[in-house]
């Protein structure tokens, strides 16, 4: 083997037996508040919208409170994720070509700027407040999008095979935390204005239910999403470009060797071997070295090459798929659980309330699922992925959201009695435990784990695209379809749909079919990143 393919060796080899240290968890934390950031800014605008219906869109003498017209609610809750899905795709693709920390700064700077001024508007009016929403939170989107795929490539870059699948679970698992946050922002800034400003339910007093100074408690909310990100900022920008990236696509395994000496506390690609004196060259040598040796063996199959299409299509397929089906089911309860929540009566009739206090209950609500359902799924998938595997989390977790999906369709009219809504919210929240424990956390971590180095990123950032896809499928789709049947029962503005019990019938056939393709997948545990995407192969090169 030519030497700098043997100091690649031993800087890869040296990184998959390096010792859990200090740095492992200090890059979950830096690269886990992106995440942390991103499930706060995705999910606090689910508890907005009815707040900001209320305040700008109310009908003088109607007996129901203002909500957001089916057109403004879908462009609200959905350029997010417009956003997210480009910058998944270009960030992703940008993190092959020019590197992992060479892009990874400008993805925070643009969550940090778009938190801040989605709560700012262009103008007083319902028209301007809500295109200057829609337009931060399609920018805010598209940073978000870019941390997807480089801080999944980042975290198992870094990472011994060992423990893997828990690093990079747990910078997913802050997306938990960053949900929980939400929640708890919003009940507190709520309960503080509602000290401040008591107000009447609607059907006593419709004007002054909404005090003019609720105006300001979303656009509270939605700000307070600069702040950490804000605080890991810095440390970001002091990370180290990954030795894989430095060694497999930059080609500079000496380089490689000291970032991660110096990181890891540990002595990589310096040890004494025999003519090692002799074999000493500079980084411009190695480099010109792997341009010869690339010369010789053809450039490296890229993304729309046959060699790629053998060895990782079906693999892409699965990713790709497996994403958009979770994030259908995923989605479109997480974004309109509040709906779920009103209709089974475990939120009282929005006339019965004042804005404020209506705002409290979903918060309360979303709280509970998160602290309940949520947190616990994501950490018992960081503490059993490197023991049970990815596949049998993936499978066994589409298999439970299809069964406790059906276990809230088939008996939906039992469950809106009074007195089973405990239940019902039982059920529910065991189905996001089981979508966290199961393909959320899975479908994130494994295009970090299987192919090549240099398309890495830009391949998770296709399957996250297309989970993205699936959250707009998702959220557009269980807006409408969610609507009662009985046009008399639907919301302002809309459509009859085919009702709640329906749609997660509809949603337990995803899930399932999400099971079926997982098969697609290969199981990366216990594997290194060079086993799993064979770069290392003779035969990694294009004929």
Sequence with gaps: MAMAGGQNMQVLSALDGAKTQRYHFTAIVVAGMGFFTDAYDLFCISLVTKLIGRIYYTVDGSPRPGSLPPHVSAAVNGVAFVGTLSGQLFFGWLGDRVGRKSVYGMTLLTMVVCSVASGLSFGRSPACVMATLCFFRFWLGFGIGGDYPLSATIMSEYANKRTRGAFVAAVFAMQGFG???????????????????????????????????????????????AVPAALTFYSRMKMPETARYTALVARNAERAAADMSRVLQVDIGNKEQPGAEEEATTGTEARLRGEQEEATTGPPFGLFSREFAHRHGLHLVGTASTWLLLDIAYYSQNLFQKDIFSAVGWIPAAETISALDELFHIARAQTLIALCGTVPGYWFTVAFIDIVGRFAIQAVGFLMMTAFMLGLAVPYRQWTRPGNQTGFVVMYALTFFFANFGPNATTFIVPAEIYPARLRATCHGISAASGK???????????????????????????PGIGVRNSLLLLAGCSFLGFLLTFLVPEPKGKSLEEMSRETEPGAAEP
């Design 179 to 225: 949900i929980l946050a939400g929640g708890a922002v919003a009940i507190g800034v709520t309960a503080l204005f509602r000290s401040r400003f008591p107000a009447p339910p609607y059907d006593v007093d419709p004007a002054a239910s909404t005090p003019a100074e609720a105006d300001l408690v979303w656009r509270i909310i939605l700000m307070f999403g």
């Design 469 to 495: 896809v699936g959250a707009i499928i998702g959220s557009f789709g269980f807006l409408y379809l969610a609507q009662s049947q009985d046009p008399a029962k639907t919301a302002h503005g809309y459509a």
